[in-house]
Each structure stands twice: as structure tokens, then as C-alpha cells.
């Protein structure tokens, strides 16, 4: 990858997003020269970060004060003894036990940096927030993603 000047970091990419999707969500800020998630040589796997290069350093600068938030999954959380009478029920949405049986969701695909009084205010905004808990490798200290 080239050096530019409209050239970014972004940091804290999901697992699942891939070059097209990194491209793609920064497009709708202006014209995307190069999208590129860093690799593992090794495993192949990404790494979490990698950098965008735009074609106006003018976007580029708008880009970096905004927050960011791309291919985060949220699903809603399964007791283990429904699991079973789920998987055998294939009327139900899949993952979703069914109205009134759970207001918990999971949230997958977090940025490395977040923490547990973000997460709580982020989701604030749609309701109540009884409990948050954000997963940490007791290793690393980073943020299970």
C-alpha cells in the first residue's frame, strides 16, 4: 500500500469484516482508493486493524472525528434449555426463543478498546439497561471480539 495523505488506521475491525465490506461502508464518505485488514502471514487470519486511503484528505479528516461501528452482530440470547427444543421447532426464528422469554442480547464483533460504561450508555439510547457484561481474556486484558 502506498503512501498517501488521505491514508487512515482503523483500528478494532471485526473478525468478519472483509476488504469489500471495509471498502463499501467507508465509501459513503467519499471515494476509497485502497481498503486494506491486515493479515496474519502465519494463520491467514486478520488482525483487527488495517487502513483506508481516501482520495480527498479533506474526507479523510471528517472521517477521523466521527466514531465508527461496522458488521457488529447482535443477537438475542438462548437459554441452554431452550436450545435443544429450538433447534427441533422450525417455525422460530432462528436464535430467537420467542417473545417474552429474553431480553438479553449478545453483541459480537467489538472493538478491542471498549468498555463495559460505553457499552452500557451506547445501548442506553433504546431503553432500560439492566446488566452489561463485556468479556475480557484475563491474559491480555483486551476485549474477547
Known amino acids: ?3 498517501y495523505l488521505g491514508k487512515l488506521f482503523i483500528g478494532g475491525i471485526s473478525w468478519d469484516t472483509n476488504e469489500e465490506r471495509l471498502k463499501e461502508y467507508f465509501s459513503s464518505y467519499g471515494e476509497v482508493l485502497e481498503a ?4 496474519d502471514h ?10 483506508v486511503v481516501f482520495v480527498d ?4 479528516e471528517k472521517v477521523t472525528k466521527e466514531k465508527h461501528n461496522i458488521d457488529v452482530d447482535a443477537k438475542k440470547v438462548v437459554p ?5 427444543t429450538m433447534s427441533r421447532n422450525s417455525s422460530s426464528v432462528q436464535g ?4 417474552g ?3 438479553k442480547i449478545f453483541v459480537g464483533g467489538l472493538a478491542s478498546t471498549v468498555i463495559e460504561s460505553d457499552f452500557r450508555r451506547y445501548f442506553e439510547q433504546f431503553g432500560t439497561t ?7 481474556d484475563h491474559n491480555t486484558q483486551r476485549v474477547f471480539i
Open 42 to 51: 502465519t494463520a491467514g487470519r486478520a488482525r483487527g486493524f488495517g487502513f
Open 101 to 103: 422469554r429474553t431480553r
Open 1 to 3: 500500500m502506498q503512501s
Open 57 to 60: 484528505l479533506v474526507v479523510a
Open 80 to 84: 441452554r434449555d431452550n436450545q435443544s
Open 130 to 136: 439492566m446488566d452489561v457484561v463485556v468479556m475480557y
Open 36 to 39: 486494506v485488514i491486515m493479515k
Open 96 to 99: 430467537s426463543p420467542g417473545l
